[in-house]
């Protein structure tokens, strides 16, 4: 099937549709390769200056007819649903990418042997261009559809099934590499050659740095159906088309500013490169001042920094950007939520808990039980002007419990079983709720960069530790409760450079192994913090040594899974600084 060619009756040119032009939606009566590429960067611009429904627009009337405006569709789409976790957003998504995967199907060359392509790029006539990026728009398809499944659910087991499934993509990506990685004709470098060529690092980045995150122990799996990962490699690939002047660069660079700014944090240790984070962001802060995209990640970035009062301003300047995606504001209220529980500013952190209770469709269960958990930080006074009852909200948790790809979300499945505690006769009260949920969301690295927070946050769990030691009656509860706030004292102390208090802690709550009676995620998570700790002294031996103990010696806990992803991080940069040294 042949793209004819087309006569745009808009009135930028070639390069005004790359670059500028932002507010004008050119209209096609025919579409030929160069140009559908064109519009659908005419149409990323618009996204990119808040312009989503325009955006939308222009690719609509083609998006069943042209494979790039199929992929462009559905990008937008998948864009809106991963930046939103919303169930509705994601299904909608998902429907949208199977319909543009049977578009790019029908630009595909008719063979079954993909191996072919390397030949085809060599050659390059007109329809075999359009066979090129037809094989890179349909792998990106499935890529998009991979995201989306990691989205839906954190699982390991869930991932792998949709790594089987995706296959076909990553089989498509290595072909492409190898065809784009030889001696090249002239031809080659045409602006359809360095469309193609960002299309393949995009995918082939993504590929290697989404599969370098998992455990050793799931990579071998994948390894014997044909799957590997290199984190090093992946991140080149993705810088290198980050600074390259394809349709794809901004999805390579948003694609690292998630990477540094989310997945190296909640997943991995923390370490991400907000120095290259900047730098990525830099570029298009200049071009789009007022793009929602952009603020949300200057923003997150100043988060992470610990500047909460930059944050702030910035995350209030993104949600006054745009009125259309809603659900942007609710990454914002998200992330405001956070920043006021950093410095313990309860008051302001429940009215955006109570906002994502009202407005946002993600997970009712994690917010309802956010909002009680910070209610619990509160006086009494304060929790009566709220009019609400904290002891309700806790027991409406466990109803609000979704499932998602048959299996219920890990965050979830917390909060329901600490709310549990709430529907005795007589609730045996959470100790520090709002506390430990910002441990599991990694927080604690977060409020690590300002001393005050820090120094702030000990204070009110010495309180805790103070009234747990002084309870008259002690309940069931009593000595789980008493080793999560001894790991949550160390995770302070080790922030505040305290590390042989904060390493007695730790081994406090390693003491307290066989009178814990629920938490027991509170074991292994401690011996992750300990080979931390140890890591950060410089002792790599005994970091590993516990790090593996966790690893090997613990199961079926609470957050296992999140757990696993964070220590094959840890182990990994051990094993990196070891290789490093002389």
């Known amino acids: 099937m042949q793209i004819t060619k087309v006569t745009p009756l808009c009135s930028c040119g070639p390069q005004d549709c790359f670059e500028d032009a932002y507010d004008r939606v050119p209209v096609a009566c025919h579409m030929d390769l160069h140009t559908a590429i064109q519009e659908t960067q005419c149409a990323l611009n618009l996204v990119l200056n808040n312009k989503f429904s325009e955006a939308l627009d222009l690719l609509k009337p083609w998006w069943k007819l042209s494979m790039y405006h199929a992929l462009g569709y559905s990008s937008i789409l998948v864009l809106q649903a991963t930046m939103t976790f919303e169930q509705r957003e994601i299904q909608a998504a998902m429907a949208t990418i199977k319909e543009a995967l049977h578009t790019c199907q029908r630009f595909r060359k008719r063979s079954s042997v993909i191996g072919s392509l390397s030949s085809l790029i060599s050659k390059q006539s007109k329809l075999q261009e359009e066979e090129m990026h037809a094989e890179i728009c349909y792998a990106e398809c499935l890529l998009q559809k991979a995201m989306l499944t990691f989205v839906q659910d954190e699982n390991m087991i869930s991932f792998i099934k949709g790594g089987i499934k995706i296959q076909t993509s990553y089989q498509i990506y290595k072909d492409c590499q190898q065809g784009t990685s030889g001696p090249q004709d002239p031809s080659c470098r045409s602006e359809v050659f360095r469309q193609f060529d960002g299309g ?14 998992l455990p050793h122990r799931i990579l071998r799996l994948l390894e014997f159906i044909g799957f590997s990962g290199n984190r090093t490699f992946g991140l080149a690939q993705l810088k290198e088309g980050a600074c390259g002047h394809s349709l794809r660069s901004i999805f390579c660079a948003l694609t690292l500013l998630f990477y540094n700014t989310y997945v190296s944090l909640i997943l991995g240790t923390g370490e991400g490169d907000l120095a290259e984070a900047d730098a990525l962001l830099e570029p298009y802060q200049q071009k789009y001042p007022e793009g929602s995209i952009i603020l949300f990640y200057s923003a997150r970035i100043s988060t992470l920094r610990g500047n909460f009062e930059k944050a702030r301003a910035k995350y209030e300047e993104c949600i006054s950007s745009q009125q259309e995606w809603k659900q942007i504001h609710h990454l914002c209220y998200w992330e405001l939520m956070w920043i006021h529980s950093y410095q313990q500013e309860w008051q302001q952190a429940y009215q955006y808990a109570d906002l994502l209770c009202k407005e946002s469709r993600w997970s009712k269960a994690i917010y309802v039980y956010q909002k009680a958990a910070i209610l619990s930080m509160m006086s009494e006074e304060d929790v009566k ?8 909200l806790f027991k409406q948790v466990e109803g609000l419990k979704q499932r998602l ?43 690590g960069k300002r001393a005050d927070s820090t120094e702030a946050q000990l204070v009110t769990i010495e309180e805790a530790e103070e009234r747990l030691r002084n309870d008259p009656s002690p309940s069931e509860f009593h000595p789980d409760d008493s080793c999560l706030v001894q790991m949550l004292k160390g995770l302070c102390l080790k922030h505040l450079g305290r590390l042989l208090q904060a390493e007695l ?3 406090q709550v390693l003491s307290s192994e066989s009178r814990i009676r629920y938490d027991h995620y509170l074991i292994p998570f401690t011996l992750y913090e300990l080979g931390l700790l140890y890591k950060q002294q410089g002792d790599a031996a005994k970091a590993g040594a516990y790090i593996e103990n966790a690893k090997t010696n613990y199961k079926d806990y609470s957050m296992e899974s999140r757990l696993h992803l964070r220590m094959h991080a840890a182990l990994n940069s051990l094993r990196e600084a070891a290789a490093g040294s002389p």
């Open 385 to 392: 002007r709220t009019g609400e009852d904290v002891v309700d």
């Open 200 to 213: 393949v690092k995009l995918g082939v980045g993504s590929f290697n740095l989404m599969l370098s995150l």
């Open 405 to 447: 790809a048959g299996k219920s979300i890990p965050t979830e499945k917390f909060a329901v079983r600490k709310s549990r505690r709430y529907k005795a006769a007589r609730p045996v009260l959470l100790v520090v709720p709002a506390l430990e949920m910002m441990y599991i969301w990694n927080g604690f690295t977060i409020v």
């Open 505 to 507: 802690c730790f081994t």
